[in-house]
Structures are given as structure tokens and as C-alpha cells.
């Protein structure tokens, strides 16, 4: 059964920064890496989606990349601001469309 | 931009009881999930539905939970006689068909569902 890891589980940083946030999976095998945005008592709001033949996929100040090989993706946030302040969910897909999940980051950004 | 929305956000009720979570994917959506996240643990795959059936679940949707597509518009997710474990935030997602499934799961608010 694949299982998702994320560390940290929480990071806090200083507007401004980059930072980088990790999601690890047992199971090479995937269709494709989401990476979401969760806000307090809200829904996930999807961010990236990278497919299983990609390496990268940038949005604006996010770049998430993925590694198949050894079971890791990164989630790059440059220019850290307050309002990036969320929990950050990785989510794998194998096999059939549904998603195993990690345990998130809870990222606080400190104006 | 389009939305999935859900209905309603809290849901408090006895255990025993019958509840009906409800939920309105994206218009031109045709897949369509649920999952659950329990206080302080990982957002879990339920059930998915394609072409008004299961095409998958979880060890976790047992006979007490049911789904229906009742119109062109509604998703919902029934459990039959609730539990005290199943009190969790509920989500429901859509996405395309077109581009098949690797498209980006959209996400509802939730409905957090509270057993007592």
C-alpha cells in the first residue's frame, strides 16, 4: 500500500524566504504528484499536478518537482509571504483515480 | 472559476442516526469522489464514481455507507447509522473526463460531520 510522508510537519519562516517543503512515497509507481493547499476549516485547493513523465511544474512563485525514482517530490516556494501561511498536502496517485495523502506541513510565514 | 460545493458545512447528530452529506461537482465534471479526514489525521480516499457507479473504494466504505447521483446535478454520500468514528470532515472532488485521469482533483469546503 503506498504511504505518503511529509517533513517537516510544521516550518516556520520569515516573509521573504524561500523554502522548501518534502513529500516522500513508498511506491514509485504513480500516475501523477498533486501538491495542495489546505486553510484552516477549508477544502484543498490544488496547486500543482505533475505527472509521471514530468520533472517540474512551476506556478507563479511555486515549483514542485518529482523524482520517481527515489520516491520524492519538493514543493519550492520563493519569496515566502504571509498569506502562504497554510498547510501544504502532498497527495500520490496509483492505480485506479485516487489519491494517498501525506500528514501535510503546516507552514507559518512571520511578516 | 467554477467550484464543487457542499452542503452543509457542520452536521451534528446521534449515533445511530442517518445522515446525508450532499455535494455539487463542477458542471462539465463527470468523475467524482469522496474522501474523509479525521481531527489531526490524513485526508482518506472513500469511494469513486464514474458513469453513475462505483469504479472504486476503500476498506474503509463499508456497507454502511451508500452513494447516488439522484439528478444531473447532486453527488451525495449516505451512511446509514452513523458511528462515533465516523465523525470526520467529509470532502468531495470532481474532475474531468477529457483529459482523462490525470486531470487535478477539485476539492469542496467540507462538511464537517460531528456523531455524538
Known amino acids: 500500500k503506498q504511504e505518503v510522508t511529509q517533513i517537516p510537519a510544521a516550518l516556520s519562516v520569515p516573509e521573504g524566504e524561500n523554502l522548501v517543503l518534502n513529500c516522500s512515497f513508498t511506491?514509485?509507481?504513480?500516475?501523477?504528484l498533486q501538491w495542495f493547499r489546505q486553510d484552516p476549516g477549508k477544502g484543498l485547493t490544488s496547486l500543482l499536478l505533475?505527472?509521471?513523465?514530468?520533472r517540474e511544474q512551476t506556478s507563479g512563485r511555486l515549483n514542485a518537482s518529482l523524482d520517481k525514482s527515489s520516491g520524492r517530490s519538493t514543493l519550492y516556494i520563493a519569496a515566502s509571504q504571509p498569506g502562504d501561511s497554510a498547510t501544504y498536502l502532498c497527495?500520490?496517485?496509483?492505480?485506479?483515480?485516487?489519491?494517498?495523502f501525506g500528514t501535510g506541513t503546516r507552514l507559518t510565514v512571520i511578516p | 472559476e467554477p467550484e464543487v460545493t457542499q452542503t452543509p458545512s457542520h452536521q451534528v447528530t446521534q449515533m445511530g442516526q442517518e445522515v446525508i452529506l450532499r455535494c455539487v461537482p463542477i458542471?462539465?465534471?463527470?468523475?467524482f469522489y469522496w474522501y474523509r479526514q479525521i481531527l489531526g489525521q490524513k485526508v482518506e480516499f472513500l469511494v469513486s464514481?464514474?458513469?453513475?457507479?462505483?469504479?472504486?473504494k476503500s476498506e474503509i466504505f463499508d456497507d454502511q455507507f451508500s452513494v447516488e447521483r439522484p439528478d444531473g446535478s447532486n453527488f451525495t454520500l449516505k451512511i446509514r447509522s452513523t458511528k462515533l468514528e465516523d465523525s470526520a470532515m467529509y470532502f468531495c472532488?470532481?474532475?474531468?473526463?477529457?483529459?482523462?485521469?490525470?486531470?487535478?482533483?477539485?476539492f469542496g469546503n467540507g462538511t464537517r460531520l460531528t456523531v455524538t
Open positions: 458542471s462539465n465534471h463527470l468523475y
Open positions: 505533475i505527472q509521471s513523465s514530468q
Open positions: 511506491d514509485s509507481a504513480i500516475y501523477n
Open positions: 464514481f464514474y458513469n453513475n457507479e462505483i469504479s472504486e
Open positions: 472532488a470532481s474532475n474531468e473526463l477529457h483529459r482523462g485521469s490525470d486531470s487535478p482533483l477539485h
Open positions: 497527495a500520490a496517485r496509483t492505480g485506479a483515480n485516487n489519491l494517498f
